[in-house]
């Protein structure tokens, strides 16, 4: 009955001039072209209707950003992917974000999802946290999906790739200690974490000759960051100090230590040495002049040299001690001094004490008597009276007389 071979008159006998077959099977042929031609055009049509609709839905929303807030993720820690959804000013209506995925291309496995994260007006945004956990190396190659659903009820899903390096953890601590730099008496110690994963508990302890003299904590490190330590190093500025550094990584305890022998540095801190001494005897100890020389590596201030009250030396006036000043590195200023100092001393103590980088410094050097210029004439006469000439202050007093007695006579003749 709805068949369309069905359509015509019946069968008749063929004539020379009437091919009513013909006839009959291209007029069955137009209706049926003219059929399909209307069916293809309804099903066009609703094709038409579907693509208006999904370019709408794909123009209202987008994913616009997809980060990776870990640097350098490795195997078994947390990595988190931030996803921004966003809903377009131009769009007519809301959008309800139903689900977030994080799957690997071409989704065969899902690492997470987040469910029922909100509606979006138009003009609206929102970034979706996941975070997830790989436990091989290489490269992930990912797909973020992102299903939203319109007020009219259509499901849309968009996608975004995502490449991820994923490589083993690698724990490496590096130790640099320099005692040449900072305050006189410390030592600085860099801690760098040249590996992948972060430290955490970072402690270091400073030992000589097997005692701790110093402890210090350093907050957690995250890879390619370092942070400074500064020890208190002076009870041991002449020794091999030893820095052990114990901190956590990976869930796991590590140790690294590094080694600095003080005695080593390059530089002396603002050390005074007494240079180009000249020591001369006196009636009842000696008399120094020479330089306070600045053979160390910074400025010395406050320089002070003095003689010390001790075994049979103490200093007396005119300089008994001598306040030099600032000296310069490399640089040196004059002093004099003057001490009592026993007939047999061979060498006289003279204490320095000065300013280097904010501390005070106290040394102390001894000066040698020998090849000095001899005791004074004075000292020379001793109890033995005038014998070995006249007295030095005899003649000065008659030679004193003799110059008066001239200017008065030839004031006297003028007149």
Not at 114 to 124: F, H, I, K
Not at 181 to 209: C, H, K, M, P, W
Not at 326 to 338: C, M, R
Request: proline fraction near 4%.
């Amino acid at each position: 009955m709805y068949g369309l071979d069905t359509i015509g008159d019946g069968p008749r006998d063929p004539g020379p001039a009437d091919d009513s077959t013909g006839a009959t099977t291209g007029r069955t042929n137009v209706r049926r072209v003219a059929v399909c031609i209307a069916v293809c055009t309804l099903a066009f049509a609703g094709l038409g209707v579907v693509a208006v609709s999904t370019s709408a839905a794909q123009a209202n929303g987008q994913i616009t950003d997809v980060n990776v807030t870990t640097d350098d993720p490795v195997t078994g820690d947390s990595v988190i992917v931030e996803t921004t959804i966003a809903n377009l000013e131009s769009s007519d209506g809301s959008l309800d974000v139903t689900d977030v995925y994080l799957r690997t291309a071409p989704g065969a496995k899902t690492f997470v999802r987040v469910e029922e994260v909100g509606a979006l007006d138009p003009g609206g945004s929102v970034t979706v946290p996941m975070s997830a956990t790989f436990e091989t190396a290489g490269e992930k190659d990912l797909t973020v999906n992102v299903v939203v659903k319109g007020e009219d009820g259509t499901i849309k899903t968009y996608e975004s790739p995502l490449i991820l390096d994923v490589e083993e953890p690698r724990v490496r601590a590096q130790l640099d200690a320099d005692a040449d730099d900072g305050q006189y008496g410390t030592t600085r110690l860099d801690v760098t974490n040249a590996g992948n994963v972060e430290f955490t508990d970072v402690r270091i302890a400073a030992s000589a000759n097997g005692t701790v003299i110093d402890r210090a904590y350093v907050f957690d490190l995250d890879p390619e960051t370092n942070r400074t330590a500064v020890f208190d190093t002076r009870s041991v500025s002449n020794e091999r100090v030893t820095f052990e550094a114990d901190f956590r990584a990976n869930d796991r305890s590590h140790t690294a230590t590094h080694t600095i022998d003080l005695r080593e540095r390059e530089e002396v801190l603002g050390e005074m040495l007494l240079t180009s001494v000249e020591t001369t005897r006196t009636a009842t100890g000696v008399a120094l002049e020479g330089d306070a020389s600045n053979v160390g590596g910074t400025d010395a201030g406050s320089v002070l040299v003095e003689v010390p009250d001790t075994g049979g030396v103490r200093p007396v006036s005119p300089s008994g001690r001598y306040f030099v000043g600032d000296v310069e590195k490399g640089e040196f200023a004059t002093f004099e001094l003057t001490a009592e100092t026993p007939p047999n001393a061979s060498s006289v103590p003279v204490e320095i004490s000065y300013i280097a980088e904010n501390e005070r410094v106290q040394t102390t050097q001894r000066i040698e008597l020998a090849g000095t210029g001899g005791v004074t004439p004075a000292a020379e006469s001793g109890s033995g009276g005038n014998a070995g000439g006249l007295p030095i202050v005899a003649i000065a007093v008659g030679l004193g007389a003799i110059a008066v007695l001239g200017t008065g006579v030839y004031v006297w003749r003028r007149r």
